[in-house]
């Protein structure tokens, strides 16, 4: 095995041992909680653009299925772990993880200290990092790294969304949902077959005119990555579709975008939201949910204050953060966190139930 090299924007150096593709990569560094489903976080949209450091110290154990992916390319730009598995114990694995990252051309590194570099992004916040197996030129890795962009005004949707328009589902089912793909997860979109709907999938920036053809009953905003201010094309939509009245449902980037649309303001959080167990308060039911979660941006509570047509409906019990807004005179809601998990708890399904429910 090669040597792999770590670089952050800081100037901090990490050197582990190279478990993936020899290459090099940018890409804004963060951190995920989650003990397990290891493969959807790779294959999540959502992770476009970033380098995701696995707080789990054992990556890899059960290899890779075809199945437990949310999409058909690896959204990661890089993976950092502590211990890695090189032959999994699964024995329906269709590869390890190691071929799988070379088949992606994804950089990753083991032997690395997970617990050092999680307390540099806690304290110091999100930054860009680069990954080598290539060279342990530090000095040009660096050079690199500073000609990166930040995440803070990219635009990223339009780069990992479908291409085509598609559909999914049972034509004569009871509910026919228009979705936006800014970067959707296919769980997503399992959920709402699995509850008879019939769903027609759109590219990020497709005119609304287009979508309301096709005579939907409602319309998803999906999640995705990059940073929803820069998505004036997505907000536009969003805010005629308010105005047309027709039923919105939101999860993560597109409860931003309805934010947005509504008068609210969304910013970069520190350090973000990136794990399976985060616990999540239901305003309008006093109950709590344990959630999944990754995003890097949220809204902002107090942009909110005055908007008199916009309510909180579900706040972050660890950081009080906005989890859930709705619109007061409109069908239209949303979360910041994954309601379809994948992986993670499945508290959160109701979501789903409410939407249609609505239409």
Same mark, same amino acid.
């Given at each position: 095995?090669?040597?792999?090299?770590?670089?952050?924007?800081?100037?901090?150096?990490?050197? %582990?041992?190279?478990? @993936?593709?020899?290459?090099?990569?940018? +890409?804004?560094?963060?951190?995920?909680? %989650?003990?397990?489903?290891?493969?959807?976080?790779?294959?999540?949209?959502?992770?476009? +653009?970033?380098?995701?450091?696995?707080?789990?110290?054992?990556? @890899?154990?059960?290899?890779?299925?075809?199945?437990?992916?949310?999409?058909?390319?690896?959204?990661?730009?890089?993976?950092?772990?502590?211990?890695?598995?090189?032959?999994?114990?699964?024995?329906?694995?269709?590869?390890?993880?190691?071929?799988?990252?070379?088949?992606?051309?994804?950089?990753? /590194?083991?032997?690395?200290?997970?617990?050092?570099?999680?307390?540099?992004?806690?304290?110091?916040?999100?930054?860009?990092?680069?990954?080598?197996?290539?060279?342990?030129?530090?000095?040009?890795?660096?050079?690199?790294?500073?000609?990166?962009?930040?995440?803070?005004?990219?635009?990223?949707?339009?780069?990992?969304?479908?291409?085509?328009?598609?559909?999914?589902?049972?034509?004569?089912?009871?509910?026919? /949902?228009?979705?936006?793909?800014?970067?959707?997860?296919?769980?997503?979109?399992? !959920?709402?077959?699995?509850?008879?709907?019939?769903?027609?999938?759109?590219?990020?920036?497709?005119?609304?005119?287009?979508?309301?053809?096709?005579?939907?009953?409602?319309?998803?905003?999906?999640?995705?990555?990059?940073?929803?201010?820069?998505?004036?094309?997505?907000?536009?939509?969003?805010?005629?579709?308010?105005?047309? !009245?027709?039923?919105?449902?939101?999860?993560?980037? @597109?409860?931003?975008?309805?934010?947005?649309?509504?008068?609210?303001?969304?910013?970069?959080?520190?350090?973000?939201?990136? %794990?399976?167990?985060?616990?999540?308060?239901?305003?309008?039911?006093?109950?709590?949910?344990?959630?999944?979660?990754?995003?890097?941006?949220?809204?902002? @509570?107090?942009?909110?204050?005055?908007?008199?047509?916009?309510?909180?409906?579900?706040?972050?019990?660890?950081?009080?953060?906005?989890?859930?807004?709705?619109?007061?005179?409109?069908?239209?809601?949303?979360?910041?966190?994954?309601?379809?998990?994948?992986?993670?708890?499945?508290?959160?399904?109701?979501?789903?139930?409410?939407?249609?429910?609505?239409?």
């Amino acid at each position: 095995m090669s040597k792999g090299i770590l670089v952050l924007e800081n100037g901090d150096v990490f050197e %582990g041992v190279s478990v @993936g593709a020899n290459t090099t990569r940018v +890409g804004e560094l963060c951190f995920n909680t %989650g003990m397990t489903g290891y493969q959807e976080l790779f294959t999540d949209p959502s992770y476009y +653009g970033q380098m995701l450091v696995m707080t789990s110290n054992h990556i @890899g154990n059960y290899g890779t299925l075809a199945a437990d992916e949310e999409n058909k390319k690896t959204s990661i730009f890089g993976m950092i772990c502590r211990e890695f598995a090189d032959k999994p114990s699964r024995f329906k694995s269709t590869k390890s993880l190691h071929d799988y990252f070379t088949a992606h051309n994804v950089p990753a /590194i083991k032997d690395v200290d997970t617990r050092k570099l999680v307390q540099i992004i806690r304290k110091q916040g999100a930054m860009n990092a680069i990954i080598s197996s290539e060279t342990d030129n530090v000095e040009e890795l660096k050079k690199q790294l500073a000609a990166a962009p930040k995440m803070k005004g990219q635009e990223l949707s339009s780069k990992v969304c479908t291409s085509e328009v598609y559909e999914l589902g049972n034509p004569q089912g009871n509910y026919r /949902i228009a979705v936006y793909d800014y970067g959707i997860k296919t769980n997503i979109l399992n !959920n709402f077959v699995q509850r008879d709907c019939f769903l027609k999938v759109f590219p990020a920036k497709t005119p609304l005119s287009e979508v309301l053809a096709w005579n939907p009953q409602g319309i998803f905003l999906s999640n995705g990555p990059g940073d929803p201010a820069s998505m004036d094309y997505a907000v536009t939509a969003t805010k005629e579709i308010l105005e047309k !009245n027709i039923p919105i449902f939101g999860i993560c980037l @597109g409860q931003q975008i309805l934010a947005l649309a509504a008068g609210a303001k969304t910013y970069k959080l520190h350090y973000g939201h990136r %794990g399976l167990n985060h616990p999540v308060k239901n305003i309008i039911n006093n109950t709590s949910e344990i959630t999944s979660q990754n995003h890097g941006f949220g809204v902002d @509570g107090e942009s909110l204050k005055s908007l008199s047509n916009v309510e909180v409906t579900h706040i972050n019990l660890n950081d009080e953060t906005i989890e859930g807004i709705r619109i007061k005179d409109k069908k239209a809601f949303s979360v910041q966190y994954h309601p379809e998990s994948s992986p993670g708890p499945h508290d959160s399904g109701y979501l789903f139930d409410e939407f249609l429910a609505s239409l």
